[in-house]
């Protein structure tokens, strides 16, 4: 038994199509939060701790702490743009070992989001929890879409 196979993207769209456009939409987000978090950290960055909060040891290194988790999110998201932009390539070239790398990295971004979610959920607003659940839906639907159009490249070689 394996993941249900889709036969059109949105109900309109073949699947080449539709995994261009998801592809497209997913860089252009990843770009924007690329940018975001490169102004975040500038911003974070500019924030002398000792200066902010003197003689509070734990407020310093809170703000050190956030300005290398918004380095490490900021990697993140050129990773997952240039991943983005491989896979709209691949998937216009039909490129299967792309395909299925990008299928493994969404499902792999989709169990951390999944995990960070649950641990966090009790903290979040009502707003921030249902941009979670677009996200976590979002991610499902781009798995199977990819997994769909793979099989269905896996297939056309079998005749």
């Known amino acids: 038994m394996g993941l249900p196979q889709l036969t059109r993207c949105c109900f309109i769209f073949d699947l080449k199509t539709g995994c261009i456009i998801m592809g497209s939409i997913n860089a252009l987000l990843s770009f924007t939060l690329l940018c975001v978090m490169i102004v975040f950290t500038a911003e974070v960055g500019a924030v002398d701790p000792e200066v902010q909060f003197p003689g509070d040891i734990e407020k310093q290194a809170a703000i050190t702490g956030l300005y ?8 993140m998201f050129l990773m997952k743009f240039i991943f983005d932009v491989v896979f709209i390539w691949g998937v216009s070239t039909e490129r299967q070992t792309i395909i299925k790398a990008y299928m493994i990295m969404w499902i792999v971004f989709f169990l951390l989001s999944m995990f960070i979610f649950f641990l966090n959920s009790p ?16 991610n499902i639907y781009m798995i199977l879409l990819s997994n769909s159009f793979y099989k269905q490249l896996n297939s056309r070689e079998e005749v």
């Open 68 to 75: 290398a988790m918004c380095i490490i999110l900021i990697l």
């Open 123 to 138: 903290e979040f607003t009502g707003g921030t929890i249902c941009t979670e659940v677009f996200y976590i839906l979002h």
